[in-house]
């Protein structure tokens, strides 16, 4: 722990010269005599880290949990898209099933493969606005039925998925993602991962608030008994911890049910039905019972110029979410921060499940998934093997679609009061960061603000001002122009990582090395720099050493 420990104190002394190491001065703080914490690489408060695994009935009840985590965006995603696309409620219950096959797949890619972390890859909210550019965009066309204009539009939009992966094969492949991290520091880090979670503001209580006697009670009951409850007794304190969310969904899932039953919900508005009912989606009488998803699905795809550029903006922002999302990740399952060349083979890997993904005909890509990493530091349990059992449900519940979609009917509100606690543990982790980096620096505090509050702002318009047929505020003749400029400014982590990089190097950067924090920072990017980079991120089954060198 303690080998890079020499750096961390050249703020609060007089130059190394004048004093021997092994006298500590005292940082001149009047009369006030707090400790002081030193930076810690690892987060030592986990109860499991990345490699250490719970107890076999302890990890599938965790790895549950992680998929009943994850299928909130999923369902999301499948209803915001395939209504507008002229699908009914078996379509969207094939869909969620090859959204569920495909997260179940690449997560078990990512996890043997790519980083090595314990990130579950589930379908990413960033290729929305390209998806509805293109449903949009085949709306005009005319079809004989609306059956035969969503198989249409599921084509084109494989199509697009299919060519637009190479950007990330080739990005991450010829390490030039890699090359771009070089130039993070701490300093960048901090408002990249806090706008990872703090961009999603959109997704808590306003979403928990479409129905507020569901959402608010889960909110305080996950609340109470996950944090206070654990203190009852030493021995309930790691169940408390670990299960409490599991429990809480359980609870107002059925009294959510009680109330549909009880015909509380039979004369509201549609809305509020659409929220509360937890038969609202007609997925259960709808669902195949099994189902492989199979290549080409729905048919060839179809290839079109204009689609493929909105979809390449997507896969670009969904590579600076990943970016992020992989930080906070190393940072909650106890290991140290992923190196370039991780980085680089990871999103190489994402360009390969986004082929995969247009190959299988889901509907959009995927990118690591931040509740799942708010997941791990909720249950202090970063454990990788976890979340590798967790694939197995998804692909389990994505082949036997009526048990899916017995899951899949949980109300959203319930899935939004999760994302009010998980969202935000993930944006803590990233405001962590600081402590690498002199926070009392002027230029720091200014690089810091202006990149948090322009990647939550830029991208707010851009959301406020893009109508549900994709199309955003960049408006010119040009349509592909306009595709990627509002995908890539509607997300917050891009724009964060943008504004970050160009003023953290730009301002000072040379004068300012060590309050940058890079003297902390730099041995972890290459990859002899520390000796922990190898333990964490190598690759399984002494696979690297069948590999040629130049593609590690």
Known sequence: MVETGHHHHHHHQPPPSQTPPSAVVAPPLGSARGPLFPPAEQLLQLNYCIHSNPSLVQTVALAFQHFVVMLGTTVLIANTIVTPMGGGSGDRARVIQSLLFMSGVNTLLQTWFGTRLPTVMGPSLSYVISVLGIVNDISGDTFPDDQHRFTHSIRAIQGALIVSSFVNIILGYSSAWGKLTRYFSPVIIVPAVCV??????????PQLAN??????????????SQQYLQHIHSVARP???????????????????????????NNVRE?????????????????????????????TPI?????????????????????????????????????????????????????????????????????????????????????????????????????????????????????????????????????????????????????????????????????????????????????ILNTIFSSPPAVALIVGTLLDNTLEAHHSFEDRGLPWFVPFQRREGDSRNEEFYSYPLRMNEYIPSRFL
């Open 196 to 205: 990872v979670g703090l961009g999603l503001f959109a997704r808590g209580f």
């Open 211 to 224: 129905c507020i006697e569901i959402g608010l009670p889960m909110l305080i009951l996950l609340i109470v």
């Open 239 to 265: 169940m408390v911890e670990r299960y409490a969310l599991l429990v809480c969904v359980g609870v107002v899932w059925a009294f959510a049910a009680i109330l549909t039953v009880a015909g509380a919900y």
């Open 271 to 299: 809305q509020t039905k659409l929220s509360c009912r937890t038969d609202r989606s007609y997925l259960m009488s709808s669902a195949p019972w099994i189902k492989i998803p199979y290549p080409f699905q729905w048919g």
């Open 303 to 483: 290839f079109r110029a204009s689609h493929v550029f909105g979809m390449m903006g997507a896969a670009l922002v969904s590579s600076a979410e990943s970016t992020g999302t992989f930080y906070a990740a190393a940072r909650l399952a106890g290991a140290t921060s992923p190196p370039a060349y991780v980085l680089s083979r990871s999103i190489g890997l994402q360009g390969i499940g986004q082929l995969l993904e247009g190959i299988f005909g889901s509907i959009v890509g995927t990118t690591a998934s931040v509740e799942n990493v708010g997941l791990l530091g909720l249950t202090r349990v970063g454990s990788r093997r976890v979340v590798q059992i967790s694939t197995v449900f998804m692909i389990f519940f994505s082949i036997f679609g009526k048990f899916g979609a017995f899951f899949a009917s949980i109300p959203l509100p319930i899935f939004a009061a999760i994302y009010c606690v998980l969202y935000g543990f993930v944006a803590a982790v990233g405001i962590s960061f600081i402590q690498f980096a002199n926070s009392n620096s002027m230029r720091n505090i200014y690089v810091l603000g202006v990149s948090l509050f322009l990647g939550i702002s830029i991208p707010q318009y851009f959301v406020m001002n893009t109508d549900m047929s994709g199309h955003g505020p960049v408006r010119t003749n040009a349509g592909w122009f306009n595709d």
